[in-house]
């Protein structure tokens, strides 16, 4: 008889602590709910109204983040080529103009009219002449890349194009006038960032 007392005492504490616990969980998760939306109606994401904070209280990324996935995959010996060839060709211009050197080579690797990997776009010669002077003279070879220029390659390689399409990119005034004729009266130009002229 004392056996099924206690049974039955045991029974009944176990039932009042986890109707404590269940009260104690409710109103935490209430506290949090309300200061989670709080935050919710103060920290809003700039592109599409996402929340930064879910209703678990859990932080989550924006789409601007959730975006920067690497868009191609290429490579580690192209990401070095890719990186010389910035570096040789935009080595004095801004992070910008780097990245649209970048960008060229990769609407190269896109179209039709080119190779379809970077180390083909890079290295490619018609009629023994090279598509990028730092080519020809063997400078892609021996410059220093710089940080910036990594920086410009991994937006490019992320999916960040404000090349407008661009295929082709001259310096004019270091340019063969002959060489800057033909983009002028062959191609269609597009605009000048920094030192260098943009067609396709």
């Known amino acids: 008889m004392y056996k099924k007392a206690i049974g039955g005492l045991v029974i009944i504490y176990v039932m009042i602590l986890f109707a404590f616990l269940c ?12 200061k989670t939306q709080k935050l919710l109606s103060t920290e809003k994401s700039s592109t599409m109204g ?14 601007s983040t959730l975006e920067r996935q690497l868009v191609y995959d290429i490579t580690e010996e192209e990401v070095d080529i ?11 211009e801004d992070e910008e103009g780097k ?10 690797v896109n179209s039709d009219q080119f190779p379809d990997t970077v180390k083909e776009v890079v290295l490619q010669r018609s009629e023994r002449v090279t598509q990028f002077s730092p080519v020809a003279s063997g ?6 890349v710089s940080d910036e220029t990594i920086r410009a390659v991994e937006r490019a390689l992320n999916g960040e194009d404000i090349s407008e399409g661009a295929l ?5 005034r270091r340019a063969n006038q ?15 960032h920094g030192g260098h002229e943009f067609f396709k």
């Open 99 to 108: 990245l649209l050197v970048a960008n060229v080579v990769l609407n190269r």
């Open 168 to 172: 082709f990119f001259a310096a004019r």
């Open 23 to 34: 009260i104690v969980g409710v109103q935490s998760n209430t506290a949090q709910a309300q």
């Open 50 to 63: 996402i929340a930064r904070i879910t209703a678990s209280g859990q932080r989550v990324e924006d789409c």
């Open 82 to 92: 890719l990186h010389r060839i910035v570096e040789a060709e935009a080595g004095g």
């Open 178 to 192: 002959n060489k800057m004729r033909w983009f002028d009266t062959s191609l269609t130009y597009l605009f000048r």
């Open 139 to 144: 400078r892609i070879w021996r410059v220093e």
